[in-house]
C-alpha cells in the first residue's frame, strides 16, 4: 500500500532531499515560507518544518529501496518499529492550511503570531502587560505591539522573546 510517510533529513538539505525524490517520480509535500530577512537583505525560502518532509511511497515496493540512503537523508521517521504513516486527510488538510502562506512574505514575528492576537509581555518594562500583537518587524525578532498604557492605545517595539500568547500563558 502507498502511504505518506516522514523523512528525517540533515540541516539545510531539506530541497535537495525533495529534489531527489521528485526525481524518483515520487509524491512529495515539502511547504516552505517565505521570510523577510530584515536590514534590507532580502527574502528566503525557510522550510516550515524544518528537517522534515514528507514523501509517499509504498514500504514494499522499489520506489521504497535506499530512500534512508539517499544524501541528505538522516532516516525515515519510526514509531514503535514501524515506519510512521501520517493519513491523506492529515496531509491534505496541512495543505489547505499552509497554502496562504505560499506566496506571502512574512516577518520573523509574524509567523509565531497573528495580528489581533491577545498576547502577554513577559520581560522589559512592561512585563505582566496583556498588548495586541500588531506586527513583525523588518529588524530581526522585533514586533510592535499595541499596549495600553496612559489611557491610551501606544505602538511599542518589543522583541519577538518578551512577548507569549496569552493561550500559551493559560497552558503554563
Do not use: C
Amino acid at each position: 500500500m502507498i502511504y505518506w510517510h516522514l523523512l528525517y533529513t540533515k540541516p539545510h538539505k531539506e530541497p535537495q532531499v525533495n529534489r531527489l525524490l521528485l526525481e524518483r517520480d515520487l509524491d512529495t509535500f515539502f511547504p516552505v515560507v517565505q521570510l523577510e530577512r530584515g536590514y534590507g537583505r532580502g527574502i528566503r525560502a525557510e522550510p516550515f518544518f524544518p528537517h522534515y518532509l514528507f514523501v509517499r511511497f509504498d514500504r514494499e515496493g522499489a520506489e521504497a529501496t535506499g530512500l534512508q540512503w539517499l544524501p541528505g537523508v538522516r532516516s525515515i521517521v519510526h514509531f514503535g518499529g514501524k515506519p510512521a504513516v501520517i493519513p491523506d486527510e492529515a496531509i491534505a488538510e496541512m495543505r489547505r492550511r499552509l497554502e496562504p502562506y505560499e506566496e506571502q512574505v512574512l516577518h520573523p514575528g509574524e509567523w509565531r503570531f497573528r495580528r489581533g492576537e491577545t498576547v502577554e509581555v513577559v520581560k522589559g518594562p512592561f512585563k505582566g502587560l496583556d498588548a495586541i500583537f500588531q506586527k513583525g518587524l523588518n529588524a530581526k525578532d522585533r514586533v510592535q505591539v499595541l499596549l495600553h498604557i496612559l489611557g491610551a492605545w501606544n505602538r511599542v517595539e518589543l522583541g519577538t522573546g518578551d512577548i507569549v500568547p496569552v493561550d500559551q500563558r493559560k497552558r503554563g
